[in-house]
């Protein structure tokens, strides 16, 4: 019998092996980091967690079964179910897009080898183990951050340090529980508790001001390695959030825990829509856009209700769908320019990057909660839950969204600009005149496109999924 | 290793801390890679010799042990940056004169400063905070070694020396938490850690360097 959460840890961490001996096929790489992903994630969402279920040669799995791992327990609970889905599913996505925009990089063993920790993080008990492997996690995606040939990224030293930060916190939590449990009569500890946890996971979703990361990670770093930490590997801090909360009824009880988070998030939509629209930089323009969409997630968990955190976590799903295709496109349109992303030396490659260009449009009106996107599901159900409440909230919040298309709309102008069209007559761009999207990439990217669209045609298609996992959360079940 | 640290358990107490202090502040201090791994290196002495009066000498030995491999890397990695710097000196001009490594410069002087003041923060917030489980001596390296740790995060955005600042921040956290969570579970995680950082800055100080001969080439 080969329990789930073995499975689940040691298949990505197997296969990481093989994809970085045989990332020089990168067709061969990409198809083995894609399928083992998609594998894992349809294992996850679709075996029963109960019931054993027969495979190979006559071996049982049994996704459920608890594994005792040096005395500390392994266990696959019904909010990891989708939460893991959710995770191996946009790394999937990842990897799929990396086949043609990064190939041969090592975002796909690191990949692979990230989500192995990650759902470790996820699934392991008590949650102080899960703070060491997030981590462990942090410490590994600098080596798929940073670029082959380039010099040290900014971001992935900038995440590993607010990573390191939040460590303690969470591990003297954990000791403060402990004592209150002998001691209930000491609520000091529980304030204590409060504080310290409020302090980590700022550090750790990025909550100004220690959202300094951010842009890091997004502009100084490869694209996708860059959309990996900041929708897999903060999506799995998101569900480690909700396990504490689910674990600590009396944190999301706390007087001051609605306003608190009402602040901060205003805090991270104000000033990521403030920012955005200033950027010359493609990379620090998504890490602002990243701000506002986290900002928005922690709003809707400011409501305080199921239906809050029913939006919370719709943001969270649809989040990839904007980032991930922006930094393809950044990725793309960085290829054309000779590895820049600020608008001077981009000026004129859309038209030799369409693509690129087009990833970059779609996943921006996402990211800024647009129509005709993935984003705008979340972000205009949220608009509609916050305006009878508050209505200066979601006018932020819209404002915001305009921020981040302004950005998008100087990038678009800067990427169209027509040779002649430059302010010294000259086109600025120096990259390879030679360079080409392909056929391939442009079926890649028009993949992702069409997925980002219909998500935002149809919401249905996930919606539910959030609905779903609400059920499993009872910290606002009043 | 465990009769060498039995050996200088007199130690083990205020001159531990004061050696805590004087590596902490050298880190904070020089850029010179050599008194830099080196001070790394007797930092983590003097933090095994306090961890001793904290848990089993065996498993302070083995984060030891742990601290003095990253020390090898770091040592592995600048030896090989500084062989090719060196190669790089002619076409930058003259190398820096003898007597002037003596000589204290402006940026220099501004971090011991910086590090006296936040040392004697740490130990004011040492005595007026004391940490729980652990007696105040090691309360007041616990605080250096974090407080110096973030000033050199904030003095530097090298590779080299964010790992550093990482570790003594990471230091002093685990000389506090090991009173408290005596698990080896959570000492070997920890010492992952450490070791995944010092692989991390040094990966990328590879990188820096591979794309410093590039550019020499190009």
């Known amino acids: ?478 | 290793v465990i009769e060498l640290l039995a050996s200088v358990s007199f130690l083990a107490s205020m001159p531990a801390v004061a050696g805590v202090l004087v590596t902490a502040g050298l880190l904070v201090i020089s850029r010179n890679w050599r008194i830099t791994v080196t001070a790394l290196a007797l930092q983590y002495f003097f933090v095994v010799l306090l961890l001793t009066r904290l848990i089993y000498p065996e498993v302070a030995a083995v984060k030891g042990l742990t601290g003095w491999l990253i020390c090898m890397v770091f040592y592995l990695t600048e030896r090989r940056a500084s062989a090719i710097e060196q190669t790089e000196v002619p076409e930058k001009g003259e190398p820096v004169q003898r007597w002037r490594r003596w000589v204290l410069s402006a940026r220099a002087s501004f971090y011991l400063l910086a590090g006296m003041l936040v040392s004697v923060v740490a130990y004011t917030v040492a005595l007026r905070f004391p940490l729980p489980e652990v007696p105040t001596d090691i309360t007041i390296a616990c605080y250096l070694l974090a407080g110096l740790g973030l000033l050199l995060l904030g003095l530097s955005q090298a590779p080299m020396q964010v790992g550093i600042g990482l570790l003594t921040f990471l230091s002093g956290f685990d000389l506090f938490y090991v009173a408290l969570e005596p698990s080896l579970a959570v000492a070997g995680l920890l010492g992952a850690v450490s070791f995944l950082i010092a692989l991390a800055a040094a990966y990328l100080r590879a990188a820096e360097m591979a794309a410093r001969g590039e550019e020499v080439i190009l």
């Open chain 1, 1 to 478: 019998v080969i329990a789930g959460p073995l499975l689940l840890l040691v298949l990505p961490l197997l296969m990481a092996g093989v994809v970085y001996i045989l990332l020089r096929w990168t067709a061969l790489s990409a198809l083995l980091a894609v399928g083992t992903a998609v594998a894992l994630g349809i294992v996850v969402l679709t075996l029963p967690v109960d019931q054993p279920v027969r495979v190979w040669g006559g071996r049982e799995i049994v996704l459920g079964e608890t594994v005792t791992f040096f005395g500390r327990e392994l266990v696959l609970q019904q909010a990891d179910r989708i939460a893991m889905a959710f995770l191996f599913f946009t790394a999937a996505g990842i990897f799929f897009l990396a086949w043609r925009e990064e190939p041969r990089s090592l975002l796909l063993p690191m990949g692979l080898g990230l989500l192995s920790l990650l759902s470790g993080a996820l699934l392991i008990r008590p949650l102080i183990y899960a703070a060491l492997l997030v981590e462990i996690a942090a410490a590994l995606s600098v080596f798929a951050l940073q670029a082959e040939g380039e010099r040290p990224t900014r971001g992935g030293l900038r995440y590993l340090t607010f990573t390191t930060l939040a460590l303690p916190g969470l591990l003297i939590t954990h000791w403060l529980m402990e004592r209150y449990a002998l001691t209930p009569d000491a609520t000091e500890l529980l304030s204590m508790s409060a504080a310290l946890l409020t302090i980590s996971f700022s550090l750790l979703l990025g909550v100004a001001p220690f959202h300094t990361w951010v842009p890091a990670v997004a502009s100084d770093s490869v694209p996708l390695a860059g959309a990996f930490v900041l929708t897999i590997s903060n999506g799995a801090v998101w569900f480690l959030l909700f396990d504490f909360l689910e674990t600590y009824p009396w944190l999301s009880s706390h007087p001051r825990f609605d306003p608190l988070i009402s602040v901060a998030s205003l805090a991270m939509v104000i000033l990521g829509g403030l920012l955005a629209p200033a950027q010359r930089r493609l990379g620090t323009l998504m890490g602002y856009a990243a701000l506002v969409d986290s900002g928005a997630a922690l709003m809707a968990l400011g409501i305080g209700s199921k239906q809050g955190l029913v939006l919370s976590l719709l943001s969270l799903l649809m989040r990839p769908f904007g980032l991930v295709l922006m930094a393809a496109g950044i990725g793309g349109l960085r290829a054309s320019s000779g590895g820049a992303d600020d608008l001077d030396a981009l000026r004129g490659s859309g038209w030799r990057a369409p693509w690129s260009t087009a990833a970059l449009l779609v996943g921006g009106l996402s990211a800024a909660g647009l129509p005709v996107s993935a984003g705008f599901v979340g972000r205009w159900a949220l608009g509609r839950a916050l305006t009878p409440s508050d209505v200066g909230a979601a006018l932020i919040l819209l404002l915001a969204g305009l921020g981040i298309m302004i950005g998008i709309w100087r990038g678009l102008t800067a990427l169209l600009a027509r040779p002649g069209n430059s302010e010294n007559g000259q086109n600025q761009n120096t990259g390879s005149p030679d360079h080409s999207e392909g056929g391939l990439r442009a079926v890649v990217v028009a993949v992702a496109i069409a997925g980002c669209v219909v998500v935002g045609l149809f919401p249905q298609i996930l919606a539910p999924l959030a609905i779903q996992l609400v059920e499993v959360y009872t910290f606002f079940t009043p």
